[in-house]
T-cell receptor, first 118, second 116 residues
């Protein structure tokens, strides 16, 4: 079974600064997807970024980028120019690729609560 | 862009009552997932459907059942409710791409169930 570990329960950053959230995972699969979801106080689950394991290039979405290290099974999220609206719980999630068979459910980490201070 | 719709958004029930949660996926999405998120917890997978057939089952109690209808909406039926069923229930939808590959799961706003 896959497991996802987020070792930082809480983090804080000053507005306009950069912060990195850590995520490691354990799997025997060779092909899979990794995601970061954001859950603000409204508790809506919002997709931040997606990475396919077969792609060596790290995904980026505006101020959000990842550092994907497949051999180390590490998938960190970097938020640049942090904004007050980035305050939220951030969940790292794993999903098997359809070619691997079996479940395509999302497996989540426990989350990192990020606070952006003015 | 259209999003996943869930109803009701809030639901209060007594112990041993029954609840039905509804989910309307993004248009043209054929796969629906249900997740349960307890207070301070990460979401846990309950069950999924593809083309109206159950595709996977997680830690879903026998008291719960679900189905996907011909219009692709899904309903989660919960009977003999317990205090521990109080949680946020998310529905997510996705679509199959070429080669059966699944696209990203997009979440609805959730239904907050409180069992008294």
């Amino acid at each position: 079974a896959q497991t996802v570990t987020q070792s930082q329960p809480e983090m804080s950053v000053q507005e306009a600064e950069t912060v990195t959230l850590s995520c490691t995972y354990d799997t025997s699969e060779s092909n899979y997807y990794l995601f970061w979801y954001k859950q603000p106080p409204s508790r809506q689950m919002i997709l931040v970024i997606r990475q396919e394991a077969y792609k060596q290039q790290n995904a980026t979405e505006n101020r959000f980028s990842v550092n994907f290290q497949k051999a180390a099974k590490s998938f960190s999220l970097k938020i640049s120019d942090s904004q007050l609206g980035d305050t939220a719980m951030y969940f790292c999630a794993f999903m098997k690729h359809a070619s691997q068979g079996g479940s395509e459910k999302l497996v989540f980490g426990k989350g990192t609560k990020l606070t952006v201070n003015p | 862009a259209a999003g996943v719709i869930q109803s009701p958004r809030h639901l209060i029930k007594e112990k041993r009552e029954t609840a039905t949660l509804k989910c309307y996926p993004i248009p043209r999405h054929d796969t629906v997932y249900w997740y349960q998120q307890g207070p301070g917890q990460d979401p846990q997978f309950l069950i999924s459907f593809y083309e109206k057939m159950q595709s996977d089952k997680g830690s879903i109690p026998d008291r719960f059942s679900a189905q996907q209808f011909s219009d692709y909406h899904s309903e989660l039926n919960m009977s003999s409710l317990e205090l521990g069923d109080s949680a946020l229930y998310f529905c997510a939808s996705s679509k199959r791409l070429a080669g059966g590959i699944l696209d990203t799961q997009y979440f609805g706003p959730g239904t907050r169930l409180t069992v008294l």
